[in-house]
């Protein structure tokens, strides 16, 4: 009897689950749907879970603003700003017993239109202006620009009288004959209008500017621009607002987004990205503390930030004034020495054991590097640009502050980005090859930084620029001591060769500064006063206006560069070069900032031989855009 045939089946079980050699991997399919991070090969999952968290509250946040800011939006667009006052002017300066005539310019933005002050529909509101005037002044009757005729699609086809772009308003003056000859004389213009685009009408809406009429009347005499003249200028946040109103919100705030970031191209980084180093660079920890860390940072940043500009915005105030405060600087410097003071080894910082309890053993140091970043929230306050200043006028005009937080979180949010990767890359030094070799001296050198910022913080509290003349003397004795003195990183060779090539140079630096040479050239500038500009209209000679203030970073890096290039010298020497120091928040410097609609520092002003203003610059100007100006200028 035949045996039966051998098969070569495997057991059922062996297909279920193969034996496998004692050093195998387990490549089941039940295994394989498991979280790999859970069984201990490769990245634990526990410790990236709190920066995952981190990073998800982080977005949450931004997001928030962002549809915060998109409520705000619409419920802040019935009443939306489409008309801006850019100028009032008077024909000659207004006292006892005289007439003139007060011009009133109101810019439309592009795309919209109001509607004259006869409208073709009874049903239609017309434009109306109207003036308060101080006793013993009286308003005339108010003589409107020309209107438009123009169809539009809502209106089947119908024209309409409308008025666009640019109009001025003509608004006879009288003083009486008992007018005092001193005192203000404030007035209110006040615009009372309906807006509407091509397909739709928003609700009536006013805009009201407050002048003096003593001080107009002394400008307009003095050179100040004319309302002819302002027609010519754009209205500053213009094509912000057209963003928002024709293209949408993700549009517009994408823009702002961008032009945070590239705020990160101007000077008033500079402190940002050293203390960003330095401070990161002391910080201990794997990869994804560093991001926590970072994101609580940049957080600090975008929240004060925010705060800084829709205060500016919604006051009227000059935008990074709170940097004048010699509390705030004191502060600053205060807190950077502390964490220098702790790079050299002096003491540790420890947050109370209280803390550490409540808050759970990973989480120390997040607190810190979140007030961290509110204080360089106000440090980037500087960062003033064309964005910032659309910015500002945007909020201005909405009179949100919900929409004005959005606007400016979202701008923050882009120029932080940069420091998030800037800060996970100072904090992975203590992770590279031998760290430990040489880590004491890079802590020394990050504490030498930190101190060094601190000084430069304190400049506008010391008289004389006395830091700023400090500050290289002590950036070269630092580097030899590092190169030279110090013990640190001494017992690895490399190393070795590296910091004394450092010690090297800091030395020649050192013996550099001080050899006595001449001064390089540099463009002067008289102080600003009423009667130097006076004296250039009489000369009929044009003006360059310079704004600026102690705390201002982007103006010292303009007094660097552009006002010591030789071309830009030369060109500049037929100008009566004027500058106005705003670090000093007092009356007078007030009345300067509303003369002149000064949002922030720095800001150049050009004037004509005819005393018309031509050109208002706010942000760094370099070289060559300041000399293409100037040579621009009759």
Same mark, same amino acid.
């Given at each position: 009897m035949?045996?039966?045939?051998?098969?070569?089946?495997?057991?059922?079980?062996?297909?279920?689950?193969?034996r496998?050699?004692?050093?195998?991997r387990?490549?089941r399919?039940t295994?394989?749907?498991?979280?790999?991070?859970?069984?201990?090969?490769?990245?634990?999952?526990?410790?990236?879970r709190?920066a995952?968290?981190?990073l998800?509250?982080?977005l949450?946040?931004v997001a928030?603003?962002?549809?915060?800011?998109?409520?705000?939006?619409?419920?802040?667009r019935?009443?939306?700003?489409?008309?801006?006052i850019?100028?009032?002017?008077l024909?000659?300066?207004l006292?006892a017993?005289?007439?003139?005539v007060m011009?009133v310019t109101?810019?439309?933005?592009?795309?919209?239109?109001?509607?004259?002050?006869?409208p073709?529909?009874?049903?239609?509101?017309?434009?109306?202006l109207?003036?308060?005037?101080?006793?013993?002044?009286?308003?005339?009757a108010?003589?409107?620009?020309p209107?438009?005729?123009?169809?539009?699609?809502?209106?089947?086809g119908?024209?309409l009288?409308?008025?666009?772009?640019?109009?001025?308003?003509?608004?006879?003056?009288?003083?009486?004959?008992?007018?005092?000859?001193?005192?203000?004389l404030?007035?209110?213009?006040t615009?009372?209008y309906q807006?509407?685009?091509?397909r739709q009408?928003l609700?009536?809406?006013?805009?009201?500017?407050t002048?003096?009429?003593?001080t107009?009347g002394?400008?307009q005499?003095?050179?100040a621009?004319?309302?002819?003249d302002?027609?010519a200028?754009a209205?500053?946040?213009?094509?912000l607002?057209?963003?928002?109103?024709?293209?949408?919100?993700l549009l517009?705030?994408?823009?702002?987004?961008?032009?945070g970031l590239?705020?990160?191209?101007?000077?008033?980084v500079y402190?940002?990205?050293?203390?960003?180093?330095?401070y990161?660079?002391?910080?201990?920890?794997g990869?994804?503390?560093?991001?926590?860390l %970072?994101?609580?940072y940049?957080? $600090?940043?975008?929240t /004060?930030?925010?705060?800084? !500009? &829709?205060?500016a =915005?919604?006051s009227? @105030?000059l935008f990074g004034a709170a940097?004048?405060n010699?509390y705030?600087?004191a502060s600053?410097?205060?807190?950077?020495?502390?964490?220098?003071?702790?790079?050299?080894?002096?003491?540790?910082?420890?947050?109370?054991?209280?803390?550490?309890r409540?808050a759970g053993? %990973?989480?120390p140091?997040?607190? $810190?590097s979140?007030? /961290?970043?509110?204080?360089? !929230? &106000?440090?980037? =306050?500087p960062c003033? @640009?064309?964005?910032?200043?659309?910015?500002?006028?945007?909020?201005q005009r909405?009179?949100?502050?919900?929409?004005?937080?959005a606007?400016?979180?979202?701008?923050a949010v882009?120029?932080?980005l940069?420091?998030?990767?800037l800060?996970m890359?100072a904090?992975?030094?203590r992770?590279?090859?031998?760290? $430990?070799e040489w880590?004491?001296?890079?802590?020394?050198?990050?504490g030498f930084a930190?101190?060094?910022?601190?000084?430069?913080?304190l400049?506008?509290v010391?008289?004389?620029?006395?830091?700023l003349?400090?500050?290289?003397?002590y950036?070269a004795?630092?580097?030899?001591?590092?190169?030279f003195i110090?013990?640190?990183?001494?017992r690895w060779?490399p190393?070795?060769v590296?910091?004394?090539a450092l010690?090297?140079?800091?030395?020649?630096?050192?013996?550099?500064?001080?050899?006595?040479?001449a001064g390089?050239?540099?463009?002067?500038?008289?102080p600003y006063?009423e009667q130097?500009?006076?004296?250039?209209a009489?000369?009929?000679?044009?003006?360059l206006?310079?704004?600026?203030?102690?705390?201002c970073i982007?103006?010292?890096?303009?007094?660097?560069?552009?006002?010591?290039d030789?071309?830009?010298i030369?060109?500049a020497?037929?100008?009566v070069?004027?500058?106005?120091?705003?670090?000093a928040?007092?009356?007078?410097?007030?009345?300067i900032?509303?003369r002149?609609n000064?949002?922030?520092?720095?800001?150049?002003?050009?004037i004509?031989?005819?005393?018309?203003?031509r050109?208002?610059?706010?942000?760094?100007?370099?070289?060559?855009?300041?000399l293409?100006?100037?040579r621009?200028?009759?």
């Amino acid at each position: 009897m035949e045996s039966p045939a051998r098969t070569n089946r495997l057991p059922i079980r062996s297909l279920s689950r193969p034996r496998l050699h004692p050093h195998a991997r387990d490549y089941r399919v039940t295994g394989f749907c498991e979280p790999m991070l859970a069984r201990g090969n490769g990245i634990a999952a526990g410790r990236w879970r709190p920066a995952i968290m981190a990073l998800a509250v982080f977005l949450a946040i931004v997001a928030a603003g962002f549809g915060l800011g998109i409520q705000a939006v619409e419920a802040a667009r019935p009443s939306a700003a489409v008309v801006g006052i850019s100028s009032v002017t008077l024909e000659t300066p207004l006292r006892a017993d005289t007439r003139t005539v007060m011009e009133v310019t109101a810019q439309i933005l592009p795309g919209w239109h109001i509607n004259s002050n006869h409208p073709t529909a009874s049903y239609y509101i017309p434009t109306r202006l109207g003036v308060s005037t101080p006793e013993h002044v009286t308003a005339g009757a108010v003589e409107y620009p020309p209107a438009h005729a123009e169809a539009l699609e809502f209106a089947r086809g119908r024209k309409l009288s409308v008025f666009t772009g640019t109009a001025v308003f003509r608004v006879p003056i009288v003083a009486a004959a008992d007018l005092s000859a001193s005192g203000s004389l404030p007035a209110t213009i006040t615009i009372n209008y309906q807006a509407c685009d091509n397909r739709q009408c928003l609700s009536p809406a006013s805009v009201s500017r407050t002048v003096d009429l003593r001080t107009l009347g002394l400008a307009q005499a003095q050179g100040a621009t004319s309302a002819t003249d302002a027609r010519a200028l754009a209205m500053p946040g213009a094509n912000l607002e057209q963003t928002f109103a024709r293209h949408g919100y993700l549009l517009g705030f994408l823009i702002v987004l961008l032009g945070g970031l590239a705020l990160n191209l101007t000077p008033c980084v500079y402190p940002l990205i050293g203390v960003t180093i330095a401070y990161f660079g002391n910080q201990g920890g794997g990869t994804r503390r560093v991001l926590i860390l %970072a994101l609580l940072y940049v957080l $600090g940043i975008a929240t /004060m930030f925010s705060a800084v !500009g &829709v205060a500016a =915005a919604l006051s009227g @105030g000059l935008f990074g004034a709170a940097l004048q405060n010699p509390y705030l600087l004191a502060s600053i410097a205060a807190v950077l020495l502390v964490l220098a003071a702790s790079s050299f080894g002096l003491f540790t910082l420890r947050p109370p054991q209280w803390i550490v309890r409540r808050a759970g053993a %990973a989480r120390p140091g997040y607190a $810190g590097s979140f007030l /961290m970043g509110l204080g360089m !929230g &106000v440090v980037a =306050a500087p960062c003033i @640009g064309p964005i910032v200043l659309g910015l500002l006028l945007t909020v201005q005009r909405s009179g949100s502050p919900l929409f004005g937080f959005a606007l400016f979180f979202t701008l923050a949010v882009g120029l932080g980005l940069p420091y998030i990767g800037l800060a996970m890359a100072a904090g992975s030094i203590r992770r590279l090859p031998r760290s $430990g070799e040489w880590l004491a001296w890079i802590e020394q050198l990050f504490g030498f930084a930190l101190a060094g910022l601190a000084l430069y913080f304190l400049d506008p509290v010391v008289p004389g620029h006395l830091m700023l003349r400090v500050l290289p003397y002590y950036a070269a004795a630092a580097g030899v001591y590092l190169g030279f003195i110090t013990g640190a990183g001494r017992r690895w060779r490399p190393f070795l060769v590296i910091r004394s090539a450092l010690g090297v140079v800091a030395l020649a630096a050192l013996v550099y500064l001080l050899i006595p040479r001449a001064g390089a050239p540099h463009l002067s500038f008289e102080p600003y006063s009423e009667q130097v500009l006076a004296m250039a209209a009489r000369q009929h000679r044009p003006v360059l206006l310079d704004f600026s203030a102690d705390w201002c970073i982007p103006c010292h890096e303009m007094e660097r560069t552009t006002f010591r290039d030789p071309a830009v010298i030369a060109a500049a020497a037929r100008f009566v070069r004027v500058r106005a120091d705003l670090t000093a928040q007092d009356a007078r410097n007030q009345k300067i900032i509303a003369r002149f609609n000064i949002m922030g520092v720095p800001t150049v002003v050009l004037i004509d031989s005819r005393g018309n203003i031509r050109k208002q610059t706010v942000g760094y100007v370099g070289p060559e855009q300041m000399l293409a100006d100037l040579r621009a200028i009759d």
